[in-house]
């Protein structure tokens, strides 16, 4: 591409990552093509909306579709750059390792639109070693010489929902170049808008990094779930310990909870284990921690309902973390599946729109237990008071160590501090 001409970028995936970068590149002075295989995402973008929430894309976007610089489509377009932003989820194998068919599936659509001169990134998180031995030989199989004529390259965003469009532009960015010329050219492309420092490395170097900044915090919050375990056992006040641990200037143990969600904590160890299973131990082990977390609610659930049948739980949250309206893998999904097998489940969560979810009022009404289970900031000033006069027994069970006292209000909270303390109720 000549410089001084405006650059052309085709986003293949218009998802909570894919959507966001064509935004950016496209408020930036791009030509920007967005594709999705959903017709809906396509004809609401296309109109100036979008159907994810996140602070500021919406507008963002619409200002960018007014502008003409940005428009989708269910087809690529010739393009001097490609992004691949496409689900990795796991297969159902034994390992659960990266299941690779949406990202060869993008890679092979854009394969009749690609020109000699391109750079193709994929921004999709991906098992260490697959940009070098699953990607590269599809274009090289077309005709393409990696590195000369067609440059490649693994980009993984490092962004928190929430606050993507200020992470995508001022967080480092790692680029992973199947050649030095291939991360040259990716660099590039993200010079565009990124103001934070771009690190260029190799390509197995970039999915292996980024794989382990998920899996460094998964192993990290499972470390935090099991000292819960431990302390019911031992009836020790959990949050009290984890308080005091933390007064030491280089100790940081986070806050257990019901489970790790996403796409990525919930997602990207399993990638490892799978690519050395008999040496990602611990990774492993801190994996099998956090999904046993939604069995380990349930039957604090049970313990303290004392196993009463026809009881209603309302549960206020669903997504796997505050503030968004993300539900992929969240660990409170398995925990509601489970309860409606003994209980009446109602949920509240108002960043989810779900034609079985119901209002606050519903939810709480005859309720015998409030279940938190994300920690949304609209939890936090509710009126306790009034919901405890109308619920059947007046019980909450904070999962996300959120909500303080309320023992004048005539509301129980149990959370993993006094959870021990209910142990008599059995």
Do not use: W
């Not at 502008?67 to 691949?84: H, M, N, R």
């Not at 009749?112 to 998180?125: A, D, L, Q």
């Not at 000369?148 to 170049?177: S, T």
């Amino acid at each position: 591409m000549e410089m001084g001409l405006i650059m052309k970028i085709c986003v293949i995936g218009l998802g909570y990552i894919g959507m966001p970068t064509a935004v950016m590149f496209a408020s930036h002075g791009c030509n920007v093509i967005g594709v999705d295989v959903s017709e809906h995402v396509v004809q609401s973008l296309n109109i100036g909306k979008i159907v994810i929430e996140e602070p500021g894309l919406e507008e963002l976007a619409k200002r960018c579709v007014e502008d003409g610089t940005l428009k989708a489509s269910l087809l690529p377009e010739v393009a001097d750059a490609f992004i691949i932003a496409v689900p990795t989820p796991n297969k159902d194998d034994e390992y659960k390792s990266c299941d690779l068919k949406y990202v060869l599936q993008a890679v092979r659509s854009i394969l009749p639109y690609v020109r000699k001169g391109n750079t193709i990134i994929i921004e999709s998180t991906i098992a260490p070693r697959t940009t070098n031995d699953e990607v590269k030989p599809v274009f090289e199989e077309a005709g393409f010489t990696i590195g000369k004529d067609l440059y490649l390259a693994h980009c993984p965003e490092r962004v928190l929902p929430g606050k993507i469009l200020y992470e995508l532009e001022n967080n480092n960015r790692i680029i992973g170049g199947i050649t030095n010329e291939c991360s040259k050219h990716a660099e590039e492309v993200y010079k565009v808008f990124v103001k934070g420092e771009l690190l260029l490395t190799e390509a197995k170097v970039a999915e292996l990094s980024k794989c382990m900044e998920n899996t460094f915090r998964d192993v990290n919050i499972s470390l935090a779930n099991e000292l819960a375990k431990i302390c019911y056992e031992l009836d020790i006040n959990c949050l009290d310990v984890i308080a005091l641990a933390n007064k030491h200037p280089r100790v940081n143990i986070h806050q257990p909870g019901p489970g790790v969600g996403g796409h990525c904590l919930a997602i990207d160890p399993y990638f490892i284990c799978a690519k050395a299973p008999q040496t990602a131990k611990l990774i492993s082990l801190a994996r099998s921690i956090n999904k046993s977390m939604p069995d380990f609610v349930v039957d604090k659930v049970k313990m303290i309902l004392k196993d009463q049948d026809e009881a209603k739980i309302a549960v206020f949250g669903v997504t796997y973390k505050g503030n968004i309206d993300d539900i992929r893998e969240s660990p409170a999904i398995e925990i509601v599946t489970m309860l409606e097998e003994s209980y009446k489940v109602a949920v509240y969560d108002p960043h989810v729109k779900n034609p079985n979810y119901v209002s606050l009022l519903e939810a709480v009404t005859d309720a015998d237990m409030i279940l938190l289970l994300a920690d949304h900031n609209e939890f936090k000033n509710l009126d306790y008071k009034q919901i405890a006069k109308v619920m059947k027994q007046p019980i909450l069970f904070d999962t996300k160590n959120m909500i303080s006292t309320q023992e004048e209000y005539g509301l129980e909270i149990i959370n993993y501090g006094n959870l021990y303390q209910h142990k008599n109720t059995q």
